[in-house]
């Protein structure tokens, strides 16, 4: 084994005693201080405790029967009165029957990640964990792009010195900006996302950072209470993102997209669907044709297991054929090492692993830690 690799991997293997050493136990109180989420910081509390939270279950049973409590009183007045159609079964706020609809799905794992149920609202401007936040010190690709080149004419390739190993990074959170816009639902929520990948053991170009990418976003939300072949519908939301690494040509890349979110979940399962349109035709960026790589769309499939273990598969596809016909598919598996500290293994094969090989193919394995729980 090469000597770079043996240290880091003898390092990576370090991490989870250390850790260890210094954590508290997992779910007793002393392990709780130190949470920063006000929400996550109750709920582990009541896990040290073991007070048992209202299942979604319940919450959508009731909210099922104020909807057919709701049916029966409008099909009673309206037969009373046919001509009257201004009826309010809900004139008070504090009504159960309107607070059961808003509370659908209170704890499923879609409203724990958007507070999307009434009484799961915690304001604004609370830093809330968005997608995963990682380190992961080996990151291998099995297929190096020394030349990154862009489709856009008249801009030359650039020659890159690139080593098969390198380092991954990313860090990402939301905001939520507005909250209960229309009525009791509709939150603006403000995004961030910002990965890197680091040439650390290649000392022979001085360690560079070989690629950021950048990701800002701003999405409305608005909670659903659907049922669709044993799932519920409990979220959709539309906004706009940008992308780029915020490089100069012939290495410049970015596009922006209107995004649209419909998420559903069952018990400890989400998915969530992710069409987008591209604001632009391509005819002049950076890099033309990006949607024919990255796609039009993904979805996410997430599993969450009661001894803490994440797993999480995307694809994403250009929705072409021929030589248009591109896509992508990553795993990613959060294992709990300590307190707040989990293992990371995520999987890469495909198109656009980073902003800069958009149009390159390969595969990537990368281990490491993850210390935000993004389910």
């Not at 993904?298 to 248009?324: C, I, K």
């Not at 795993?331 to 980073?354: A, C, K, M, T």
């Not at 149009?359 to 830690?369: E, F, K, N, P």
């Amino acid at each position: 084994m090469p000597p770079r690799l043996s240290a880091i991997l003898s390092l990576l293997c370090a991490l989870p005693f250390t850790a260890a050493a210094q954590s508290p136990p997992a779910g007793s109180p002393t392990a709780c201080v130190a949470v920063e989420s006000d929400a996550e910081r109750l709920a582990c509390y009541d896990l040290a405790a073991g007070r048992q939270a209202r299942s979604p279950q319940a919450a959508d049973e009731a909210a099922a029967r104020a909807r057919a409590e709701a049916a029966a009183l409008e099909a009673a007045a309206a037969q009373a009165r046919p001509a009257d159609t201004s009826s309010d079964f809900y004139p008070h706020d504090d009504d159960p029957r309107r607070e059961a609809l808003a509370n659908a799905g209170r704890g499923s794992l879609l409203d724990s990640r958007w507070e999307l149920a009434r009484d799961s609202k915690l304001g604004t401007f609370n830093m809330r964990a968005y997608k995963p936040v990682y380190l992961l010190p080996v990151f291998w690709s099995s297929n190096q792009n020394p030349s990154p080149a862009s489709s856009s004419p008249g801009v030359e390739a650039q020659a890159m010195d690139t080593d098969e190993f390198e380092t991954k990074f990313q860090i990402s959170f939301k905001t939520k900006a507005l909250e209960s816009i229309f009525g009791d639902n509709g939150d603006l929520w403000m995004g961030y996302t910002q990965s890197s990948r680091w040439q650390v053991l290649n000392s022979d170009a001085s360690r560079p950072f070989r690629e950021t990418n950048y990701e800002p976003e701003v999405l409305m939300v608005f909670r659903n209470s659907y049922s669709l072949f044993g799932w519920k519908g409990r979220m959709a939301a539309i906004g706009i993102n940008h992308q780029s690494n915020g490089r100069a040509d012939p290495l410049s890349r970015s596009w922006n997209r209107v995004m649209f979110n419909v998420g559903l979940d069952r018990k400890d399962w989400a998915v969530t669907f992710r069409p987008w349109i591209r604001l632009s035709d391509g005819s002049d960026d950076d890099n033309p044709g990006i949607e024919d790589y990255l796609g039009r769309g993904d979805a996410t499939l997430v599993h969450t297991r009661d001894d803490g273990q994440v797993y999480s598969l995307m694809a994403r596809h250009s929705l072409r054929s021929g030589d248009r016909s591109h896509g992508a598919l990553q795993f990613d598996w959060g294992f709990p090492i300590s307190n707040q500290l989990r293992g990371h293994l995520q999987v890469f094969d495909g198109y656009g692993e980073s902003m800069l090989d958009y149009d390159h193919r390969a595969t990537y394995v990368g281990l490491g830690i993850s210390v935000i729980d993004w389910f």
